[in-house]
Nanobody, 126 residues
């Protein structure tokens, strides 16, 4: 069973920085793309893709965070990071990491499945 565990959330003032980490652990596996999503706790808000990074290091960002956030990964540690700078109150949300993980299923066949972390809260005060 593969697990993703996030850390690094918290309360910060507008203009400040936070670094989120997400470490994958479990049985033998390979990690393809990794992602950071966020979801505002306000009613009706959808989960938003913030950034993604492929196994080769190619990155993509939501327009709302481009130039302020940086996604990176350490393949040796099976960890993805999200460096968040110049934070704004509208960045307040629960942040989730996700990963496309390749492993061997119960039937002995290789598979790629999406895995999610439990989420970490980020609050930016004005």
């Amino acid at each position: 069973q593969v697990q993703l565990v996030e850390s690094g959330g918290g309360l910060v003032q507008a203009g400040g920085s936070l670094r989120l980490s997400c470490a994958a652990s479990g049985r033998a596996f390979a990690i393809n793309a990794m992602y950071w999503f966020r979801q505002d706790q306000a009613p009706g808000k959808q989960r938003e893709l913030v950034a993604s990074i492929t196994s080769g290091g190619s990155t993509n960002y939501a327009a709302s965070v481009k130039g302020r956030f940086t996604i990176s990964r350490d393949n040796a540690k099976n960890t993805v990071y999200l460096q968040m700078n110049s934070l704004k109150p509208e960045d307040t949300a629960d942040y989730y990491c996700a990963a496309d993980i390749a492993d061997i299923g119960p039937d002995g066949r290789s598979r790629v499945t999406a895995h999610w972390g439990q989420g970490t809260q980020v609050t930016v005060s004005s």
